[in-house]
């Protein structure tokens, strides 16, 4: 059974920075393209990030870009986003996800999902 455990959210003032952790049981890490997707309350799911299984490149949700940096550690079956200058409007819910063959930013075609992660920006 395939499941993906987030971790490393919290409360954060405006300005500060979190990294999230993804740890994926059940599938063969090094062999799967990961990402991250948010749902902010009242809103749709938005894409964040995704980085394919041979780290060979990184794609980010335009608001993201040169704030959020996500990363893979393989030997650790493990994928991080750290997210630096935070500000009110990147709160959420972040959802780990993984997919044998997709890394674009449609959340459909993502097929496995973690629980989630809350993240909250205030002062």
């Known amino acids: 059974q395939v499941q993906l455990v987030e971790s490393g959210g919290g409360l954060v003032q405006p300005g500060g920075s979190l990294r999230l952790s993804c740890a994926p049981s059940?599938?063969?890490?090094?062999?799967?393209?990961m990402g991250w997707f948010r749902q902010a309350p009242g809103k749709e799911r938005e894409f964040v990030a995704t980085?394919?299984?041979?780290?060979?490149?990184?794609y980010y949700a335009d608001s993201m870009k040169g704030r959020f940096t996500i990363s893979r550690d393989n030997a650790k079956n493990t994928v991080y986003l750290q997210m630096n200058s935070l500000k009110p409007e990147d709160t959420a819910v972040y959802y780990c996800?993984?997919?044998?063959?997709?890394?674009?930013?449609?959340?459909?075609?993502?097929?496995?999902w973690g629980q989630g992660t809350q993240v909250t920006v205030s002062s």
């Open positions: 996800v993984a997919d044998r063959y997709y890394a674009g930013g449609y959340d459909y075609q993502w097929h496995y």
């Open positions: 059940g599938l063969s890490f090094s062999s799967y393209n």
């Open positions: 980085i394919p299984w041979s780290s060979s490149s990184t």
